[in-house]
């Protein structure tokens, strides 16, 4: 079963706890954290303490996806992450990709790169093999809310062979845009975890999450 990963971004932040309660009462895989320096995207939102905070309050699964220009310099400071996923737009060769994969998965933590709607995914090739997972942007990152674009269906199901050709067992996530509607094509799709915020957020938590299953 597909899992299902809601993004804090669009927790309602006065009642973050009560929130976080009805995560796991409905029995949510992960929780997706995001990351943005106001710089990689034009948002500004989360560093560590409230990282810590939530992971002491929820004990789901932290993703933590960065939207940041320098993932070197601020990657450890979300140590308590289970999975680090960082953008494959913000190096400029592969090189220093493959130093950071290696530098996350030293610390024990899953390493994960993801990709823009305009980055292609032949790009990742020699990536794959070291990767835990691959995160496909459904739209521009930065912001939740946006509407769902369907070139990324096309980019899972060739991420989807492409990890059959070369036998490998990386995680397929998908983020932006995910209501009851996309999220039946992602399942179709046949990726492995979707990240939903305004979705899960705007209404009932409990309803929302068993519809997207
Ligand atoms: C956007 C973030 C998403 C965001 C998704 O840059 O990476 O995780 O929360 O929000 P929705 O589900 O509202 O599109
Ligand atoms: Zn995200």
């Known amino acids: 079963m597909i899992k299902i990963a809601p993004s804090v971004l669009s927790a309602d932040f006065i009642n973050l706890k009560e929130q976080l309660d009805l995560l796991i009462k409905a029995k949510a895989d992960w929780i997706h954290f995001d990351v943005m320096d106001g710089h990689f995207v034009p948002n500004l939102t989360f560093g560590p303490k409230i990282l810590s905070d939530i992971k002491n309050a929820c004990p789901l699964v932290m993703d933590v996806h960065i939207m940041v220009d320098n993932p070197d310099s601020v990657y450890a400071w979300f140590e308590q992450a289970d999975i680090i996923t960082f953008h ?26 993801s990709i823009k709607p305009d980055t292609d995914i032949s790009v990742l090739r020699s990536l794959l093999r070291d990767l835990d ?27 989807v062979d492409l990890r059959e050709k070369m036998k490998l067992d ?35 938590i409990l309803t929302n999450i068993a519809n997207l299953r």
Do not use: C, H
């Not at 496909?136 to 939740?144: A, C, K, L, N, T």
């Not at 397929?172 to 046949?190: F, H, M, P, R, S």
């Open 88 to 113: 494959y737009e913000a190096f400029t060769d592969d090189d220093d990709r493959l130093k950071m994969i290696k530098k996350i998965k030293n610390k024990k933590i899953k390493a994960g790169i």
């Open 170 to 204: 990386f995680l397929i996530e998908v983020d932006g845009g995910i209501n009851q509607k996309t999220a039946l094509l992602v399942k179709e799709a046949k990726a492995d975890v979707l990240v939903a915020g305004s979705y899960i957020f705007n209404g009932d």
């Open 133 to 159: 997972l691959v995160l496909i942007m459904s739209v521009e990152p930065g912001f939740g809310g946006q509407s769902f674009m369907p070139e990324a269906l096309n980019k899972i199901k060739r991420l």
